[in-house]
């Protein structure tokens, strides 16, 4: 060993202690962290199929592909990143000896060629995505990008390390080379050569080129040691386990989506016959409230800013990003775990918890924040202001998009939860919908009695359950398709194609009551647990003595599909639920309904975020569509899983947009940018929200916002009423 050798070599130990002590002291810090949220027992059931998922989606980066050059990018930058730990490792042989290698493989012509070309595609995918977050800086106000209010140094930061990584990587390859250490041929790392081909034959060269780059590897460790915040850097190791707790590893896309977690108190799930507010936690009040796997979340995200990207709120300009808001809650708890890990925090009465000799020697910047309310407004010091709770419309957008599998929307309504069951705290206008709820069982409050008004001068009749012998589907209406003039012709138009179908269906007409989903998207589980029992216990009657494959039910409504398809599970009902536009489509393609007219003018689709992305289903209405033109429909830019909302989820529907522009009006004018005449919708709130969004426009006499049972029922019997023009005034 010479004596640049002993220089390198002491160098490189001393800086690689300092980064593994403070290393090691992180993430012992970020696991306390973590370790103070709720339990989620649920979340280490079916080990194996978390573990095939983990390793698809990051071995295949399958979330990540869905943008392609991106995912490309990232693919060689991780996979390289994976590849540039054996060779920083491999530095650490270089610093001691200029000849110096990694043991066993280290000198293997197989090595050296995945290396190289990893190296090289790497250098690649980093320069891409460079160049990607270059172009997307929102260096000023009008550059707003999914970059927006990411903390841009440290994306910067973590991009040039790994580009200077790359290039030592090279350069010591080089030296090698130029000082004829070099075994590889020039076949297998034609880059290394022709590196070395410019690079003087220096024998201390391989050594100060191999500690250079451990200092830069060492400072990347020492850096995002001392910021544990930093995601963009994190995320290489806690995207595994974040993957792996996901929600439902079962589910080939959409964990988080679909329904939603049940209210849980100490990680069981909360009956509200037994559920006490002072000794049960209901909803989220405090940033230790969300379970281990939220703080997982939260310490996760990588601020990449997809789902704010897609998000309608934050294109419309409202105060909610995705991105932001778990930026907020992963500050805020780091910000407040000293406090809380010396004790602190309120307990359900609202008590401090910790003695005053605990709290002594606290730092006052972690005591303010534990001041902190979780939902204010600014002036409130307030950690989520009520405008980003409130702005949400649970579309899933986020949860669709997110690389990581981060669940916003739970995290979202948990809050909720604990604002309207024990603040009562929410838009004032949400109110009236859920007395309405509560006492007519409707979120309209029309007459139970008028359930059945829809069936009125239909030419056949609609049975009900308990009246007909035998039925092969309930046909559940939804309130809307009760209720709502414009909804009520598409039950029409779904009942007269089945009866046209000859399928044998029967309804709950009075018996029937408001699925609960818009009571449980605001946050109001009480009343979502009233209804759904209530229903539960119909349906189970309605179906006595039937296996679950028999227990069918076809619904209009994706709001009442998934709630009562996913969520009447966790309360004891099983059902197989379909969507009209599933049932409409077996029926054409098993010959029973026949499109006769195509429908003219041309047809755009619009998906609803409760069929398509929470639900995965974007084929059917499609394949109806596409039998009743006889072509092709046109797709708007964002459709399917990247789908556009209309604006009335997560009980939006009921709530007034006061903030931005209005988000009916800017899925309005994508749809008519396509020059259909009719935009078909397989949902009631999206047909009204849309509806408002075409007469707002003044185009109401151009284009037609219709259901796709509608469009369907014109071609098959142009002449029937329910197909008529829908000008029906919108509700709600
Ligand atoms: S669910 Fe939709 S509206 Fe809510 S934060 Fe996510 S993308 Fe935005
Ligand atoms: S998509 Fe996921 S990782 Fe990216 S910013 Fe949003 S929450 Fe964070």
Same mark, same amino acid.
């Given at each position: %060993?010479?004596?640049?050798?002993?220089?390198?070599?002491?160098?490189?130990?001393?800086?690689?202690?300092?980064?593994?002590?403070?290393?090691?002291?992180?993430?012992?810090?970020?696991?306390?962290?973590?370790?103070?949220?709720?339990?989620?027992?649920?979340?280490?059931?079916?080990?194996?199929?978390?573990?095939?998922?983990?390793?698809?989606?990051?071995?295949?980066?399958?979330?990540?592909?869905?943008?392609?050059?991106?995912?490309?990018?990232?693919?060689?930058?991780?996979?390289?990143?994976?590849?540039?730990?054996?060779? @920083?490792?491999?530095?650490?042989?270089?610093?001691?000896?200029?000849?110096?290698?990694?043991?066993?493989?280290?000198?293997?012509?197989?090595?050296?060629?995945?290396?190289?070309?990893?190296?090289?595609?790497?250098?690649?995918?980093? +320069?891409?995505?460079?160049?990607?977050?270059?172009?997307?800086?929102?260096?000023?106000?009008?550059?707003?990008?999914?970059?927006?209010?990411?903390? %841009?140094?440290?994306?910067?930061?973590?991009?040039?390390?790994?580009?200077?990584?790359?290039?030592?990587?090279?350069?010591?390859?080089?030296?090698?080379?130029?000082?004829?250490?070099?075994?590889?041929?020039?076949?297998?790392?034609?880059?290394?050569?022709?590196?070395?081909?410019? $690079?003087?034959?220096?024998?201390?060269?391989?050594?100060?080129?191999?500690?250079?780059?451990?200092?830069?590897?060492?400072?990347?460790?020492?850096?995002?040691?001392?910021?544990?915040?930093?995601?963009?850097?994190?995320?290489?190791?806690?995207?595994?386990?974040?993957?792996?707790?996901?929600?439902?590893?079962?589910?080939?896309?959409?964990?988080?989506?679909?329904?939603?977690?049940?209210?849980?108190?100490?990680?069981?799930?909360?009956?509200?016959?037994?559920?006490?507010?002072?000794? =049960?936690?209901?909803?989220?009040?405090?940033?230790?409230?969300?379970?281990?796997?939220?703080?997982?979340?939260?310490?996760?995200?990588?601020?990449?800013?997809?789902?704010?990207?897609?998000?309608?709120? *934050?294109?419309?300009?409202?105060?909610?990003?995705?991105?932001? +808001?778990?930026?907020? $809650?992963?500050?805020?708890?780091?910000?407040?775990?000293?406090?809380?890990?010396?004790?602190?925090?309120? !307990?359900?009465?609202?008590?401090?918890?910790?003695?005053?000799?605990?709290?002594?020697?606290?730092?006052?910047?972690?005591?303010?924040?534990? !001041?902190?309310?979780?939902?204010?407004?600014?002036?409130?010091?307030?950690?989520?202001?009520?405008?980003?709770? *409130?702005?949400?419309?649970?579309?899933?957008?986020?949860?669709?998009?997110?690389?990581?599998?981060?669940?916003?929307?739970?995290?979202?309504?948990?809050?909720?939860?604990?604002?309207?069951?024990?603040?009562?705290?929410?838009?004032?206008?949400?109110?009236?919908?859920?007395?309405?709820?509560?006492?007519?069982?409707?979120?309209?409050?029309?007459?139970?009695?008028?359930?059945?008004? *829809?069936?009125?001068?239909?030419?056949?009749?609609?049975?009900?359950?308990?009246?007909?012998?035998?039925?092969?589907?309930?046909? *559940?209406?939804?309130?809307?398709?009760?209720?709502?003039?414009?909804?009520?012709?598409?039950?029409?138009?779904?009942?007269?194609?089945?009866?046209?179908?000859?399928?044998?269906?029967?309804? $709950?007409?009075?018996?029937?009551?408001?699925?609960?989903?818009?009571?449980?998207?605001?946050?109001?589980?009480?009343?979502?647990?009233?209804?759904?029992?209530?229903?539960?216990?119909?349906?189970?009657?309605?179906? =006595?003595?039937?296996?679950?494959?028999?227990?069918?039910?076809?619904?209009?409504?994706?709001?009442?599909?998934?709630?009562?398809?996913?969520?009447?599970?966790?309360?004891?009902?099983?059902?197989?639920?379909?969507?009209?536009?599933?049932? +409409?489509?077996?029926?054409?393609?098993?010959?029973?309904?026949?499109?006769?007219?195509?429908?003219?003018?041309?047809?755009?689709?619009?998906?609803?975020?409760?069929?398509?992305?929470?639900?995965?289903?974007?084929?059917?209405?499609?394949?109806?569509?596409?039998?009743?033109?006889?072509?092709?429909?046109?797709?708007?830019?964002?459709?399917?899983?990247?789908?556009?909302?209309?604006?009335?989820?997560?009980?939006?529907?009921?709530?007034?947009?006061?903030?931005?522009?209005?988000?009916?009006?800017?899925?309005?004018?994508?749809?008519?940018?396509?020059?259909?005449?009719?935009?078909?919708?397989?949902?009631?709130?999206?047909?009204?929200?849309?509806?408002?969004?075409?007469?707002?426009?003044?185009?109401?006499?151009?284009?037609? @916002?219709?259901?796709?049972?509608?469009?369907?029922?014109?071609?098959?019997?142009?002449?029937?009423?329910?197909?008529?023009?829908?000008?029906?005034?919108?509700?709600?």
């Amino acid at each position: %060993m010479g004596s640049v050798q002993i220089v390198t070599t002491i160098l490189a130990a001393a800086i690689t202690a300092v980064a593994v002590w403070l290393a090691v002291r992180a993430v012992m810090k970020m696991t306390a962290v973590i370790r103070l949220g709720q339990p989620a027992p649920e979340r280490f059931a079916d080990k194996g199929a978390r573990t095939t998922k983990m390793l698809v989606e990051t071995a295949g980066h399958t979330r990540m592909l869905k943008w392609s050059v991106v995912g490309a990018a990232h693919w060689f930058v991780m996979v390289g990143f994976i590849v540039l730990s054996l060779l @920083v490792l491999e530095a650490y042989f270089e610093v001691v000896s200029t000849g110096g290698g990694l043991p066993i493989v280290g000198h293997w012509t197989v090595f050296g060629l995945v290396t190289e070309w990893i190296g090289i595609l790497g250098l690649v995918g980093i +320069l891409v995505l460079m160049a990607i977050r270059l172009r997307n800086r929102p260096n000023r106000p009008e550059n707003r990008s999914r970059f927006t209010g990411s903390t %841009m140094w440290q994306g910067y930061f973590v991009e040039w390390v790994v580009l200077l990584v790359l290039i030592f990587g090279f350069v010591i390859r080089g030296f090698k080379v130029a000082t004829d250490n070099f075994e590889y041929p020039v076949w297998a790392t034609p880059l290394s050569h022709a590196v070395g081909s410019v $690079l003087p034959d220096w024998a201390a060269g391989v050594s100060v080129a191999a500690l250079i780059k451990i200092v830069i590897s060492m400072t990347w460790l020492i850096v995002i040691s001392l910021n544990v915040t930093m995601g963009v850097a994190w995320h290489r190791f806690l995207a595994f386990p974040n993957i792996f707790f996901k929600r439902d590893p079962q589910k080939a896309a959409g964990s988080g989506l679909g329904p939603l977690r049940p209210m849980t108190s100490e990680g069981k799930p909360l009956d509200f016959e037994e559920a006490d507010p002072e000794k =049960d936690q209901f909803g989220v009040a405090q940033v230790e409230q969300f379970t281990w796997k939220g703080l997982l979340d939260f310490s996760t995200c990588t601020e990449c800013g997809r789902c704010q990207s897609q998000c309608p709120a *934050w294109n419309t300009g409202k105060p909610l990003s995705p991105k932001l +808001l778990v930026l907020s $809650l992963r500050d805020h708890a780091y910000a407040k775990a000293p406090y809380l890990l010396a004790g602190g925090g309120k !307990d359900l009465t609202g008590e401090e918890k910790a003695t005053e000799a605990q709290l002594a020697h606290m730092d006052v910047l972690a005591l303010a924040e534990a !001041d902190r309310p979780l939902i204010g407004t600014a002036e409130e010091g307030g950690v989520i202001d009520p405008d980003v709770l *409130w702005s949400c419309t649970t579309c899933g957008a986020c949860v669709e998009q997110c690389p990581v599998d981060i669940e916003h929307v739970d995290h979202i309504v948990d809050m909720r939860r604990y604002q309207v069951l024990i603040e009562s705290s929410f838009p004032s206008e949400a109110g009236v919908m859920l007395r309405n709820l509560e006492n007519k069982g409707n979120p309209w409050g029309a007459p139970q009695n008028t359930r059945e008004d *829809w069936t009125k001068g239909l030419d056949f009749e609609v049975p009900r359950v308990g009246e007909v012998e035998d039925f092969e589907y309930l046909f *559940w209406v939804g309130c809307a398709g009760a209720f709502e003039d414009r909804a009520k012709k598409t039950t029409r138009a779904v009942a007269t194609l089945l009866n046209e179908a000859g399928v044998s269906f029967a309804i $709950l007409g009075e018996g029937e009551t408001c699925s609960g989903d818009p009571a449980r998207r605001i946050g109001n589980e009480f009343v979502f647990q009233m209804l759904a029992q209530q229903n539960v216990e119909t349906l189970n009657e309605a179906f =006595d003595g039937r296996e679950k494959s028999k227990r069918k039910i076809v619904a209009t409504c994706p709001h009442c599909f998934n709630t009562l398809g996913n969520e009447y599970g966790q309360l004891g009902g099983e059902f197989e639920v379909v969507h009209h536009t599933q049932l +409409l489509a077996h029926l054409v393609s098993a010959g029973k309904l026949t499109p006769v007219q195509p429908v003219d003018g041309g047809v755009t689709y619009h998906d609803p975020c409760y069929l398509g992305r929470h639900n995965r289903i974007f084929a059917a209405p499609r394949e109806v569509l596409g039998d009743s033109m006889q072509g092709e429909l046109t797709e708007m830019p964002r459709n399917s899983e990247r789908s556009f909302c209309c604006g009335a989820g997560g009980a939006r529907m009921w709530m007034e947009e006061k903030i931005g522009k209005r988000i009916n009006v800017d899925r309005v004018e994508e749809a008519m940018s396509t020059g259909a005449k009719t935009i078909a919708v397989g949902c009631p709130f999206c047909s009204t929200m849309l509806n408002d969004g075409v007469n707002g426009k003044g185009a109401g006499e151009d284009v037609e @916002v219709v259901d796709v049972a509608s469009v369907l029922l014109r071609s098959v019997k142009p002449d029937a009423p329910a197909g008529e023009k829908e000008t029906a005034p919108a509700a709600g």
